[in-house]
């Protein structure tokens, strides 16, 4: 490493996008709401949705199967209103929950899912959603994914 070289200045968008990762992690449930509003007002939609987007996943992956989440994908669906790719992340969210604990669900909604969705499911056990994804999943991948699960199940 020569060190007469100048370092590179890391680019602002990194340094925004780390601070808003920590801000979010570092939310309470009670401001929870506002910091989501706050990143979701940074110049760089991008930064921000990207932000947001891990921050939702890992709170959904925590709380989807609680009695707390469908209070927190409501207000999170508030918070994210203006950014419809957010929002569908919980819809699909909301409908792998209801898939996992048996409610009520609907194949077509299923099928129209992402891509991102199709393939969590697949990975999951459950009998039904599971022969509609070996059937008509979306990709080859999917309803390998979903074949091979349904076989491990039992």
Request: charged share 30%.
């Amino acid at each position: 490493m020569n060190r007469d070289a100048p370092q590179q200045e890391e680019p602002a968008e990194h340094v925004r996008f780390r601070n808003h990762l920590s801000r979010l992690e570092q939310a309470t449930e009670a401001d929870e709401f506002e910091v989501v509003e706050a990143v979701l007002a940074d110049q760089d939609r991008t930064v921000a949705q990207s932000a947001v987007l891990r921050h939702l996943d890992r709170r959904a992956r925590g709380l989807h199967s609680e009695p707390a989440y469908p209070s927190w994908a409501e207000s999170m669906t508030r918070a994210t209103t203006r950014h419809p790719f957010l929002t569908r992340r919980l819809d699909e969210w909301s409908l792998f929950r209801a898939i996992a604990l048996a409610e009520r669900w609907s194949p077509d909604a299923l099928l129209g899912a992402s891509d991102w969705l199709q393939l969590r499911t697949a990975e999951a056990p459950n009998a039904a959603a599971l022969e509609v994804l070996a059937a008509r999943g979306r990709t080859k991948r999917i309803r390998n994914t979903a074949r091979s699960t349904l076989k491990r199940s039992p």
